[in-house]
T-cell receptor, first 115, second 109 residues
Framework: DAGVTQSPTHLIKTRGQQVTLRCSPK?????VSWYQQALGQGPQFIFQ???????QRGNFPDRFSGHQFPNYSSELNVNALLLGDSALYLCASSLGTGPEPLEAFFGQGTRLTVV | EDKVVQSPLSLVVHEGDTVTLNCSYEVTNFRSLLWYKQEKKAPTFLFML??SGIEKKSGRLSSILDKKELFSILNITATQTGDSAVYLCAVGSNYQLIWGAGTKLIIKP
C-alpha cells in the first residue's frame, strides 16, 4: 500500500518564478492538507482540500493556491516566489468528513529553495 | 491567537535515561492533540489524544492529556540512540493542525 507520495523531492527556483508541487494521498484517503515547514520550526498550515474544494485556509497570501483532482491527488502552486518561501513543503492525507482531524499521514516533503 | 508551545526546545540525555517532553496549548475549538516524530523529513504519527487522563502507550513511549490544564506530556523510557529526533506536538482544530516548534532530542550512547 503506497503511502503519501510527493514530487519532486527537491527543487531550486529563482525569485519571481512559479512552482507546482504534487501530492498523491494514501490509498483510501480523500482529504489533503498542505503545510510549510521552515528550518527549525513546526509546520504551518497552508490549506486543506476535500471533495475538490478548499475547505480551510491558513494565514498564507493568495500567491499560494491549490487544486484537488477527482482521484484525490493535489497540487500546491506558489506564484511570484520570494526568498522567504524556501522551506520544506509537506502534504498530509487523512480520511474524514467532519472537522475532527483524524490521524494524518505525511509524505516525505518537497524541499524548495528560492535563490 | 491559537498557540502550541513545546518544552524544552532541545534535550541531550544518555542512552537508558527516561525523558519527558511537554506540550501546552491555547487553541479554540480543540478537537485532539497529536504527537509526531520527525527524523529527516516526514513526521511519523505516534499518538492521538482526545480525552483527559487516559494514557496511550506504545512500547517505551506513552502520552497523556490534561484538558483542564491544557497540556500533554510524552514520556520515553529506556531511551535508545534511535529515539534521537524532533518530537512535534500538534493540536487539531477546525480542519487543521496547529503545531509547536518541536523538541529536539539527542540520545548519546
Amino acid at each position: 500500500d503506497a503511502g503519501v507520495t510527493q514530487s519532486p523531492t527537491h527543487l531550486i527556483k529563482t525569485r519571481g518564478q512559479q512552482v507546482t508541487l504534487r501530492c498523491s494521498p494514501k490509498s483510501g484517503h480523500d482529504t489533503v492538507s498542505w503545510y510549510q515547514q521552515a528550518l527549525g520550526q513546526g509546520p504551518q498550515f497552508i490549506f486543506q482540500y476535500y471533495e475538490e474544494e478548499e475547505r480551510q485556509r491558513g494565514n498564507f497570501p493568495d500567491r499560494f493556491s491549490g487544486h484537488q483532482f477527482p482521484n484525490y491527488s493535489s497540487e500546491l502552486n506558489v506564484n511570484a516566489l520570494l526568498l522567504g518561501d524556501s522551506a520544506l513543503y509537506l502534504c498530509a492525507s487523512s480520511l474524514g468528513t467532519g472537522p475532527e482531524p483524524l490521524e494524518a499521514f505525511f509524505g516525505q516533503g518537497t524541499r524548495l529553495t528560492v535563490v | 491567537e491559537d498557540k502550541v508551545v513545546q518544552s524544552p526546545l532541545s534535550l541531550v540525555v544518555h542512552e537508558g535515561d527516561t525523558v519527558t517532553l511537554n506540550c501546552s496549548y491555547e487553541v479554540t475549538n480543540f478537537r485532539s492533540l497529536l504527537w509526531y516524530k520527525q527524523e529527516k523529513k516526514a513526521p511519523t504519527f505516534l499518538f492521538m489524544l482526545t480525552s483527559s487522563g487516559i494514557e496511550k502507550k506504545s512500547g517505551r513511549l506513552s502520552s497523556i492529556l490534561d484538558k483542564k490544564e491544557l497540556f500533554s506530556i510524552l514520556n520515553i523510557t529506556a531511551t535508545q540512540t534511535g529515539d534521537s529526533a524532533v518530537y512535534l506536538c500538534a493540536v487539531g482544530s477546525n480542519y487543521q493542525l496547529i503545531w509547536g516548534a518541536g523538541t529536539k532530542l539527542i540520545i548519546k550512547p
